[in-house]
């Protein structure tokens, strides 16, 4: 689809009868700003760090993984630049994009949540939030910044947590999905070279922490984590000389990433009402992996695994009887018998056996409230694969995957910040999704994402009246 829509977004919005919700706007930080706020929070020191991080930019050797450059709208779109760094100027746009309210999220801080200098890290996102508050505070009736929570232990989580939500007042919250630090075996073996040997761990699974805590005050503070994780310089993604190869899918496979993670690490069993979304990543690897769980689940279930595929009840005689009618010179029954598993099953059992057991999975209409009820996933207005996401056809429950219109304004891959709403009523056009789809996309799927973990979370906006509809169409025992 062209990045130039046929028309404007206020067209748009003149078509539809629900608002428009922009799940992922994105602010561009004046790092002249942000240095500011670090300096007054953190000291001169600290500061000076900050600006030396802030100098290196993105690597172009021919070592290291080539990252972002022209990276930010210009020339004839330097006024969504400008959107994008000047929150007054955003809301004067509004109407024009067709977008009734907005959330911002960070551009700083997608790679600051893993700063492994664990000072630096944490005053540089109290630093970004305490500047969001500041930047915002006078748009608020349409547009919300979204915290930052650095998340390499528990106590840093919810100590930058309650001071977002509590002291700054933030009612949105960007997490660090993952642990990344030099790995232990070659810091150890070879500390010159740590550097160069990342190790990576989900905070959701196989974590060296709790994170129950973390998860639990989220609940109490009624914020749904939203995640942003790109695995842009995995193994995979690590081309020194082409970006386009390196992003390509990145969003998608950081999420994916720590979907399995929250599902498989019981995280949605043990907190059925947290609400996860996972932003600027499309819906289709959801639902491949939706689809993979069930197959997985089939073959790997407790009762499958013991009736089927229990190596002390493989039937050694029988298969003897068959080497012996059906082998050959080398394939012989007494050679079988000599190595009846011949290394391809281990014949003990794992301490770990039920490896559903975590996730609470006893059958597979439970990825309705495991998976489907729990995660929101936010979508660009271009990306046509997200009609997957309303096929109910697909969904091994019958259900559909909720998917959220993101514009991801502030960023290069935005064409005409105020005509990007049409891209995405273009999928109407094309027959991929329907009317009820787009409402959905547009509105429906992030306000219940927002509005079940706090039912107040857009009083005083512009949109207050159709949210408050909204949940008493949802929850009318509570009208």
């Known amino acids: 689809m062209s990045g130039f829509a046929d028309y404007p977004g206020d067209q748009v919005r003149a078509k539809v009868r629900h608002p428009i919700i922009d799940s992922d706007a994105h602010i561009i930080e004046c790092e002249f700003v942000l240095n500011d706020y670090v300096r007054e929070i953190g000291g001169a020191e600290l500061m000076e760090r900050s600006r030396q991080r802030g100098r ?48 911002m999220l960070t551009t700083n801080g997608i ?120 695995a842009h310089g995995a193994r995979t993604r690590n081309s020194p000389t082409n970006y386009v190869f390196n992003h390509l899918g990145s969003f998608a496979s950081g999420s994916e990433y720590f979907c399995r993670s929250l599902f498989l690490g019981g995280v949605t069993n043990r907190f059925p009402t947290l609400k996860f979304g996972f932003l600027e990543c499309g819906a289709g690897w959801a639902l491949t992996l939706l689809n993979d769980i069930v197959e997985h689940w089939e073959k790997r279930n407790v009762r499958y695994l013991q009736s089927s595929l229990d190596p002390d009840k493989l039937d050694i005689a029988l298969m003897a009887e068959l080497f ?41 209409r439970d990825l309705r409230r495991l998976f489907c009820d729990n995660f929101y996933f936010g979508c660009e207005a271009d990306d046509r694969m997200l009609s997957v996401a309303f096929n109910r056809r697909l969904n091994p429950v019958g259900a559909t995957l909720k998917a959220m219109f993101g514009s991801d304004i502030g960023h290069w891959d935005v064409m005409d910040a105020r005509s990007i709403l049409s891209e995405a009523y273009n999928l109407i056009q094309a027959e991929l999704i329907t009317e009820e789809d787009f409402k959905a996309l547009t509105f429906d799927n992030c306000a219940e994402m927002m509005l079940s973990m706090n039912p107040a979370y857009f009083d005083g906006t512009v949109i207050q009246d159709a949210a408050h509809a909204f949940l008493r169409e949802r929850t009318p025992a509570a009208a």
């Open 324 to 364: 012996e009618q059906f082998g050959d010179a080398r394939h012989t029954a007494e050679r079988f018998l000599q190595n009846p598993h011949h290394g391809l099953a281990r014949p003990g059992r794992p301490e770990l056996f039920d490896e559903f057991g975590a996730a609470g999975m006893t059958e597979v």
């Open 56 to 103: 290196k930019g993105p690597a172009f050797s021919d070592n290291a993984t080539k990252g972002l450059w022209w990276g930010a709208p210009s020339g004839r779109n330097t006024s969504d630049r400008a959107m994008a760094m000047l929150p007054k100027y955003f809301r004067s746009q509004m109407d024009r994009a067709g977008l009734d309210f907005a959330h």
């Open 111 to 230: 790679g600051g949540l893993y700063i492994p200098d664990a000072e630096l890290r944490q005053v540089r996102c109290r630093a970004l939030n305490t500047m969001y508050a500041d930047m915002f505070k006078d748009v608020g009736d349409r547009i919300r910044p979204v915290a930052v929570i650095p998340t390499y232990t528990p106590e840093e989580a919810i100590r930058e947590l309650d001071h977002a939500v509590l002291e700054l007042g933030h009612k949105a919250v960007m997490i660090g999905t993952e642990i990344r630090v030099p790995h232990p075996d070659v810091a150890a073996a070879a500390p010159e070279l740590a550097a160069h040997a990342q190790k990576v761990t989900s905070i959701a699974m196989d974590s060296p922490h709790d994170y129950d805590p973390f998860w639990r005050r989220c609940v109490e503070l009624g914020v749904a984590p939203l995640c942003h994780t790109s």
